[in-house]
């Protein structure tokens, strides 16, 4: 049987319906793994999900059409030019080891390169060795930083990253071919590939 294809999209204000459901999904399948509860994302009216997909890059992904995960490119606490940060970052257990959720990161990746970020962090509980090891498989390491993690004390969130080259940020006639996809936009793995 043929693996069911994998297809990444950039997500806009006007797919506020479809973030929704795959946000609520994350809440409820792993609600310590977030900031916020299924409950607060319930209550969320249009407009404040409209304005997160307007403030931060989220991308979709969809194994055989279905909707399974999602990852959002953020700047929001940057504190430093040239970060960005890898967040909200979740797939179904189903698509889990399907190459999805190396595809979502990849996609982050290269909108921070498309917008010249230097270097992309993020957070994992240092107990998750999946998430750990999908992360170093995309070039992440970690930078030492640590901390208790906000919903388990006894756990430890550690942050990890991933600095761009050069010869992949900024304008594209300065960098590789790795441009994030326009709203909307299917990616095709090629595009993806380190």
């Given at each position: 049987?043929?693996?069911?294809?994998?297809?990444?999209?950039?997500?806009?204000?006007?797919?506020?319906?479809?973030?929704?459901?795959i946000r609520l999904a994350m809440l409820e399948e792993s609600p310590e793994a977030f900031g916020s509860t299924l409950a607060e994302g319930r209550r969320l009216d249009e407009q404040a999900w409209r304005r997160r997909l307007e403030d931060n890059v989220v991308f979709l992904v969809r194994l055989g059409?279905?909707?399974v995960g999602s990852a959002m490119y953020s700047d929001w606490?940057?504190?430093v030019p040239g970060e960005a940060f890898l967040v909200g970052m979740w797939l179904a257990p189903a698509a889990r080891g399907s190459g999805a959720a190396e595809r979502l990161v990849r996609a982050v990746l290269a909108e921070a390169a498309?917008?010249?970020?230097?270097?992309?962090?993020?957070?994992?509980?240092d107990t998750n060795t999946a998430a750990r090891r999908l992360y170093a498989r995309c070039g992440f390491v970690p930078t030492g930083?640590?901390?208790?993690?906000?919903?388990?004390?006894a756990r430890t969130e550690v942050q990890m990253e991933h600095r761009l080259p050069a010869e992949v940020r900024g304008p594209a006639e300065r960098r590789r071919p790795v441009a994030?996809?326009?709203?909307?936009?299917?990616?095709?793995?090629?595009?993806?590939e380190p």
């Open positions: 049987m043929p693996a069911a294809r994998v297809e990444v999209c950039r997500l806009g204000a006007g797919d506020w319906q479809a973030y929704r459901a059409g279905e909707a606490w940057a504190t498309a917008r010249d970020r230097v270097r992309v962090l993020l957070d994992v509980v930083v640590s901390a208790p993690y906000p919903h388990d004390s994030g996809p326009p709203t909307g936009a299917v990616l095709d793995r090629a595009s993806l």
